[in-house]
């Protein structure tokens, strides 16, 4: 974080160029942005908010808006006993300096700042955003419009953390923390009874340990059936795709990428389409799984989840 008399010679120097948006545009890019995040409302800022229970693994906040167009910085601060860093600590602080077109990570402990930690801006002024801040075992992830910018390791432990601030040149259309455990195994029925065409399975998750597995059930002759497999092994650094009809295994199918790291979370998705399963992870496509069932739009009637695999959210859409 740079120092309040460095922020004000800098916005002096460069005068009305500096000042915020005007209301009618910031209302405007609020509008905007919550077009792509239904539920939104525009939220003032500066913000603030105090935390009614501890952060867990796996949670995440999903701070979304819009750049201001003559944007100099904006910074996000996850705070410790007061509602301000000083006197309270600042457990991770995220400063978007568009003037050196960075952001910087750092916290503040015991009336002092760590050691800076950067990465390139990769946002634009005037442009709308969305950044999560995923918290994990190893350190807190930061996501960028979809993509991990990086991973700030824990200088302090995460449950410490009571406020949330965001404040800086920007408007917020959504501040959002999310994210519960699932027991593992775990199962459930689609809430339509099936998987419908074009439908989406959504889950964020954390990979535990050497493998985890994921399956599209169905009803068979001889009892349950699994239509589609989906197992990752970090020792075979592949992902196993099959099925298990009336109690026999089919082929294997293992070609592609293994996005999959341990300890670290992922977002995945399952959708289903006419002629195959399409499978995304962080937002890219690795594969596809023709069908094996003859009627892909009835068949798939619910899903489980099993091995080392700690899911925070399951979303159907």
């Known amino acids: 974080m740079r120092t309040t008399e460095a922020k004000m010679t800098d916005r002096a120097r460069r ?30 800022v500066p913000y603030l908010k105090k935390l009614g229970q501890p952060l867990k693994a796996g949670q995440t906040l999903d701070i ?5 167009r003559d944007a100099y910085e904006v910074e996000i601060n996850l705070l410790h006993d007061a509602p301000t860093i000083d006197p309270g600590q600042c457990v991770l602080n995220i400063n ?27 946002y634009k002024q005037g442009e709308a955003y969305d950044l999560k801040i995923r918290v994990q075992e190893v350190g807190f992830e930061i996501w960028c419009d979809e993509k991990k910018l990086h991973t700030y390791k824990h200088r302090i432990g995460y449950d410490a953390i009571d406020y949330i601030q965001i404040e800086g040149d920007c408007t917020l259309s959504g501040v959002h923390w999310g994210g519960r455990y699932y027991n593992i195994p775990w199962e459930t029925a689609f809430p339509d009874g099936n998987l419908r065409a074009g439908q989406s399975i959504l889950i964020h998750a954390i990979s535990k340990g050497e493998s ?10 001889d009892g349950e059936d699994i239509l589609f497999h989906f197992n990752p092994r970090f020792g075979e650094k592949q992902i196993v795709r099959n099925s298990q009809i009336d109690g026999y295994w089919g082929e294997e199918e293992r070609e592609g990428p293994f996005p999959f790291e341990k300890k670290h979370g992922f977002d995945l998705r399952i959708e289903n389409e006419p002629y195959a399963i399409h499978i995304f992870v962080n937002n890219e496509r690795i594969g596809t799984f023709k069908h094996r069932t003859p009627q892909p739009t009835e068949d798939y009637t619910g899903i489980r989840i099993d091995g080392d695999i700690e899911v925070t959210n399951v979303e159907f859409v």
């Open 15 to 44: 005068g009305q160029a500096h000042q915020r948006e005007t209301a009618p545009n910031d209302i405007r890019s609020s509008i905007d942005v919550a077009m792509a995040h239904p539920g939104d409302a525009p939220v003032p």
């Open 64 to 68: 979304h808006g819009r750049i201001n």
């Open 96 to 122: 978007l300096r568009f003037d050196e077109m960075k952001i910087v990570m750092n916290s503040y402990l015991n009336g002092e700042w760590g050691k800076e930690e950067g990465k390139s801006m990769p």
């Open 212 to 221: 985890w597995s994921l399956n599209l059930l169905g009803e068979g002759e």
